[in-house]
């Protein structure tokens, strides 16, 4: 009982009720720069009508999803089909929780930071088999067979950039990984590894299912592929999933390859959160900018591109690091 | 394909995705295009192309009078049935004057109907009325296309909505009259 409310276990909680409150603002903030990006890049103003230039669009649209019916289609397993955006949601907080947002602010100081984030990443893709699965229609279970097999697919040449640079630091700790580099832009891992940060950016944007790896979702083409059943809340749910993970991913690419929140004049948390927006910023861009691939070309992409690349460049960091004694 | 043709393939695909971020980087940083509707309106000039229902044209003389003969081709042509011209007939030709019963009319009755002989001076017929219907007009143009006193154009109203359906059932020769000043009202 006196566990209970021993400060660690007191810190974690406030910690993950922190982490919630940040995911579901940033939600509601992006799906608005997302919409006005869109709009400015197509020389249109994007939302405009409710609140000052359109500020409470947000909100009126999950006012929206949550006033909608919430409907199982016939024959689905319920249990399972209302689990799977709880299981897309559900490890956004964990995969928080250990990353240095400045060089003392974080949840849980652990050694396996990377480890963590990336296994917990994976439950993502648990998350969309049970979907497409659970709905009990074909189009989504092809649509979860889509997915799965680009989730998959992406997150060999993921780790295998990531790895490098763990190799390069030779630490799994996001802390130590951030404090390894310095505060000027050229002494950052993006300048000693290019090709991994441009793999890893690459292969983020498919794990997370953003354009132009948008092939999961592609409402109008693919007829949404997992998330053709779900109403309301539901769909709502994936969705901030999906922000979530662009943050989680932007997150780990700002402490992996741009000096985390080190910076040249003021180090600490704004650091941190400029180079991140800047990458989801970047990753809003590209959907507005790319169209979509084919789902040949995705896995090409990947098979005989990103994975030999990623290879290459983590024998050759081996190499480097057992030549000239790494970190 | 070689590893080198591949790789040089790769790098311009690598170029033009930065191209592409610069197109749309660039299209960002420019002023919209659109409009805030209620509160702002397209720029008249901007609706040179634009194709509303259609509309007559004034004569050079009298802004307020159609250059329309009434000939009726539009009517003819339009594949919707959308127009409806009214013209007064030209007065009816003088029948012609009757023979004298001769051996080959006794043989062939006369005709109680013959056509007047083609008249010299054209015949001055007078536009009564221009009705369309533009609930059912799809704008294809060949009444603008092939008006022969070129007195069809497609005009620029744009924000032109209604909750009836007698709002679309126009009377044109009132809006050029409307539109010229001659009698008062919206254009």
């Not at chain 1, 932007?250 to 040249?264: H, M, N």
């Amino acid at each position: 009982m006196s566990d209970f409310f021993a400060p660690e276990f007191v810190r974690l909680v406030l910690a993950l009720v922190a982490i919630m409150g940040f995911v579901a603002a940033n939600g509601m903030a992006l799906l608005y720069v997302e919409r006005k990006v869109a709009g400015h890049v197509q020389r249109r103003p994007g939302p405009f009508e409710v609140g000052p230039h359109g500020l409470l669009q947000a909100l009126a649209d999950a006012g929206k999803l949550v006033g909608k019916q919430l409907a199982t289609p016939r024959g689905a397993d319920a249990l399972l089909f209302w689990t799977a955006p709880l299981m897309a949601f559900m490890p956004v907080p964990l995969m928080f929780i250990a990353m240095p947002f400045s060089e003392n602010l974080w949840g849980l100081g652990t050694d396996l930071g990377l480890v963590l984030i990336l296994s917990f990443a994976g439950f993502n893709v648990l998350a969309l088999c049970l979907a497409g699965w659970a709905s009990n229609n074909k189009w989504s279970l092809l649509g979860a067979a889509r997915a799965v097999a680009q989730a998959v697919a992406y997150e060999i040449p993921l780790l295998l950039s990531v790895l490098a640079v763990a190799m390069l630091t030779g630490s799994l700790d996001l802390r130590e990984v951030a404090a390894h580099q310095g505060a000027w832009p050229w002494q950052w891992n993006v300048f000693v590894q290019p090709l991994a940060f441009f793999i890893y950016f690459v292969c983020a944007v498919a794990e997370t299912n953003r354009a132009p790896f948008d092939l999961a979702e592609a409402e109008s083409e693919l007829t949404a592929g997992v998330h053709t059943e779900y109403s309301g809340m539901g769909n709502g749910i994936i969705f901030l999933a999906e922000y979530a993970n662009m943050l989680v991913v932007s997150c780990v690419a700002t402490v992996l390859f741009l000096g985390g929140a080190a910076g040249p004049w003021a180090p600490g948390p704004w650091w941190f959160l400029a180079k991140m927006y800047a990458l989801v910023t970047l990753i809003i861009f590209m959907r507005w900018t790319y169209p979509r691939v084919r789902f040949d070309q995705l896995l090409n992409l990947n098979w005989r591109w990103l994975m030999p690349l990623a290879l290459v460049n983590l024998v050759l960091t081996a190499f480097c690091v057992k030549l000239w004694g790494g970190a | 394909m070689g590893l080198v043709a591949a790789f040089s393939e790769a790098l311009s695909g690598l170029k033009s995705m930065v191209v592409g971020l610069k197109v749309t980087g660039t299209n960002f940083l420019r002023p919209q295009e659109t409009v805030h509707y209620p509160r702002q309106e397209v720029p008249r000039d901007a609706l040179a192309t634009f194709r509303g229902h259609i509309e007559l044209v004034g004569t050079d003389d009298d802004p307020a009078l159609a250059r329309c003969v009434g000939c009726g081709l539009c009517m003819e042509l339009c594949p919707s049935r959308c127009i409806r011209v009214e013209a007064e007939d030209p007065p009816p030709a003088e029948a012609p004057p009757s023979v004298a019963h001769t051996m080959s009319d006794l043989l062939m009755p006369t005709p109680k109907f013959r056509a007047a002989p083609p008249s010299q001076a054209p015949v001055a017929r007078k536009l009564l009325g221009y009705h369309l219907t533009y609930h059912t007009c799809s704008l294809c143009g060949l009444c603008v296309q092939n008006c022969p006193a070129g007195s069809i154009r497609f005009s620029s109203n744009v924000y032109f909505a209604g909750e009836a359906r007698e709002t679309f059932e126009l009377d044109l020769m009132a809006r050029l009259r409307r539109q010229s000043g001659r009698e008062g009202g919206k254009p």
